[in-house]
């Protein structure tokens, strides 16, 4: 069987003699394994003084996926309604059943006892939902989700300094099903790549399952760079073919960091200095040793790394992930910033990025 219908199916099963009403209504009969189909099992009851207690019994659905699931409770026109709603996607090919659902309804009853007198008691009694069968035409392989989607890439700005990040935002979006879907990933050369978190939001709308999903990436690198196109390859139920959507290409440039200011010396002090040194003999001599001391010190504390935020001090740490102290401090200040664990001492990462620092001008 290939052909595909989209008639709704509607199962109904009327007990006149208890008052209620059992219906399931199907989005679809005729779909592809892994697109979504909506289940809705109603209950409706007139006789509201009758029943005192109510108890679904769920299908089986055996070889489907469960997407969503909920339930509404309202009242109409002489009758309370009941409805459980599934959003599901078949998991196989070929008749599938979604196996039988009951509800369990507990009823007043009255019996007499052994002196002849009418004594109230409640009985269980059930009724059952029809099963719904249906048919999951297979798919082609290579697929990565069930669906017709779009593909956008997002960055917060174009250009940033050197060692500053970019943020990238990957958004997946369309009609289908992206709960088996892996997620997207992001690599470039001579940049470090984090993954800063995503969202999901999906929902039933007017024959559609909804789908959108958003994935956040951080982008650190030293020079200019390119965000590559991404791509996304589903199948479109709708046109029966293997369809691929691509994020555009975008251009970042990062500019260099600025080169410290290096002062000029004044000779005509440094003369004067030396003249004064000269003069005052050894009493001038360590005046003069202990204020070029307090300069030391003086350049010294200012060349310490200073940071606004603890944001900024991660940044400055992905430049020197290959010394072990920086890279614990590393994921010590991710898993403050976006995972809500206590934050570490600022102050011994101020010490350890003027260490670092320190260390890679030596090198030089």
């Not at 709704?8 to 679809?28: A, I, K, P, Q």
């Not at 559609?208 to 589903?234: H, M």
């Not at 003027?354 to 090198?363: C, E, F, S």
């Amino acid at each position: 069987m290939s052909f595909r219908g989209k008639a709704l199916g509607l199962l109904v099963v009327v007990s006149t003699l208890s008052g209620y009403e059992l219906t399931v209504d199907s989005s679809s009969r005729q779909l592809y394994q892994g697109e979504p189909l909506r289940l809705v099992y109603r209950f409706a009851h007139a006789a509201s003084d009758k029943g005192v207690d109510f108890r679904f019994a769920a299908p089986e659905l055996a070889h489907f996926q469960l997407l969503q699931s909920f339930v509404e409770e309202r009242r109409e026109v002489g009758a309370d309604i009941w409805e459980k709603t599934y959003v599901v996607a078949p998991m196989q090919g070929g008749e599938l059943s979604t196996g039988r659902a009951a509800m369990n309804v507990a009823e007043r009853t009255y019996t007499k006892d052994a002196w002849g007198q009418w004594m109230p008691s409640v009985a269980w009694r059930q009724h059952l939902f029809e099963p719904v069968v249906l048919f999951a035409n297979p798919i082609p392989g290579g697929v990565q989700a069930v669906g017709a989607f779009a593909l956008q890439a997002v960055v917060d700005r174009n250009a940033t300094d050197s060692g500053q990040p970019v943020r990238l935002t990957l958004s997946l979006s369309g009609c289908g099903n992206l709960d088996t879907a892996e997620p997207l990933r992001m690599a470039i050369a001579g940049v470090s790549v984090f993954e800063e978190g995503h969202t999901q939001n999906a929902a039933w709308e007017e024959g559609c399952y909804s789908n959108e999903v958003n994935r956040t990436f951080a982008l650190v690198g030293e020079r200019d760079f390119t965000i590559p196109s991404v791509s996304f390859r589903s199948f479109d139920p709708a046109t029966q073919r293997t369809v691929t959507a691509s994020s555009q290409p975008i251009p970042v440039h990062v500019r260099a960091a600025a080169e410290p200011r290096v002062k000029k010396k004044n000779t005509k002090e440094e003369t004067m200095t030396i003249w004064s040194l000269a003069a005052g003999g050894v009493a001038g001599f360590v005046l003069g040793v202990a204020l070029t001391l307090f300069a030391v010190r003086r350049r010294q504390k200012e060349e310490r790394v200073r940071f606004d935020s603890l944001r900024t001090a991660l940044v400055a740490l992905f430049g020197y992930l290959d010394d072990p102290d920086a890279k614990k401090s590393a994921e010590a200040l991710e898993r403050h910033l976006y995972e809500g664990a206590d934050a570490p001492d600022p102050k011994g990462i101020a010490t350890l990025l003027g260490r670092l620092q320190q260390g890679k001008r030596k090198a030089n």
